[in-house]
C-alpha cells in the first residue's frame, strides 16, 4: 500500500534549538517526495522535493530508501517557521497524485 | 500567490443538499485535481481533470463528480451531503517543466455540512 506517515502531530521547540520533522513512506516504486507547508491563513505551498536537493528558508530534506524515510530538517528554528508540514508523495503511473500525510504542527517559542 | 482562485470561501448545507465548488487555474493549465482535507487529516484525492476528462479518481463514491472548462476553470458537485463531507476542499493546478511536476494549491472552500 501506498502511504505516507507523519508519526507526530506537534513538535514544540524554542527559537534557535534544531527540528527534525519525521517522514516515512511506503511505495513500491522509485518514490518522488515533497514537503509541503502551510502557514496560519495561508495556502498549501510547495516547500521542496527530493529530486532538487535543495534548500529553501534553512530547511533541508534527505531521501533516504533503506529508511523509507525523508525527514525535515532545519538546524536552527525560527518563530517563523512555526507551520503545518505535510509530507506528501506523488504516486504516478497513468494519473499523478499526491499523497499526504497527516502533518506536523511546528510551534517555535521565543 | 499561484494564481489558483477558489469559490466560495467557505458555505454551510443541510444533510441531503447539494454543493458546486468552484475553481480556477491560470492559463496553460490543463491539469487540476480535487482534495478534501477533513480537520486534522492531510488532503485526500478526489479526483484528477486532464483536459476536461475525469483520469484519475480516489477512493470517494460516484456522488462526488466534477467538470473541467475549456477555460481552466473546474468544478466539484457533491450530492446528497453527508456530515462526513464537512472538510477542506482543495483544487491543485499542475504544470510539467523541465519533467518536473509542480502542483499549485488554491486556497481552499470549507464547507460545514449540518
Known amino acids: 500500500a501506498q502511504r505516507v506517515t507523519q508519526p507526530e502531530k506537534l513538535l514544540s521547540v524554542f527559537k534557535g534549538a534544531p527540528v527534525e520533522l519525521k517522514c516515512n513512506y511506503s511505495?513500491?516504486?522509485?518514490?518522488?517526495l515533497f514537503w509541503y507547508v502551510q502557514y496560519s491563513r495561508q495556502r498549501l505551498q510547495l516547500l521542496l522535493r527530493?529530486?532538487s536537493r535543495e534548500s529553501i528558508k534553512g530547511f533541508t530534506a534527505d531521501l533516504n530508501k533503506g529508511e523509507t524515510s525523508f525527514h525535515l530538517k532545519k538546524p536552527f528554528a525560527q518563530e517563523e517557521d512555526s507551520a503545518m508540514y505535510y509530507c506528501?508523495?506523488?504516486?504516478?503511473?497513468?494519473?499523478?497524485?499526491?499523497?499526504f500525510g497527516a502533518g506536523t504542527r511546528l510551534a517555535v517559542h521565543p | 500567490e499561484t494564481g489558483v482562485t477558489q469559490s466560495p470561501t467557505h458555505l454551510i448545507k443541510t444533510r441531503g443538499q447539494q454543493v458546486t465548488l468552484r475553481c480556477s487555474s491560470q492559463?496553460?493549465?490543463?491539469?487540476v485535481s480535487w482534495y478534501q482535507q477533513a480537520l486534522g487529516q492531510g488532503p485526500q484525492f478526489i479526483f484528477q481533470?486532464?483536459?476536461?476528462?475525469?483520469?484519475g479518481r480516489g477512493n470517494f463514491p460516484p456522488r462526488f463528480s466534477g467538470l473541467q472548462f475549456p477555460n481552466y476553470s473546474s468544478e466539484l458537485n457533491v450530492n446528497a451531503l453527508e456530515l462526513d463531507d464537512s472538510a477542506l476542499y482543495l483544487c491543485?493546478?499542475?504544470?510539467?517543466?523541465?519533467?518536473?511536476?509542480?502542483?499549485?494549491f488554491g486556497p481552499g472552500t470549507r464547507l460545514l455540512v449540518l
Open positions: 511505495y513500491s516504486g522509485s518514490p518522488e
Open positions: 492559463s496553460g493549465h490543463n491539469t
Open positions: 506528501a508523495l506523488l504516486r504516478s503511473g497513468g494519473y499523478n497524485k499526491l499523497i
Open positions: 527530493h529530486i
Open positions: 491543485a493546478s499542475r504544470i510539467l517543466a523541465g519533467g518536473v511536476e509542480t502542483q499549485y
Open positions: 481533470y486532464y483536459r476536461e476528462e475525469e483520469n
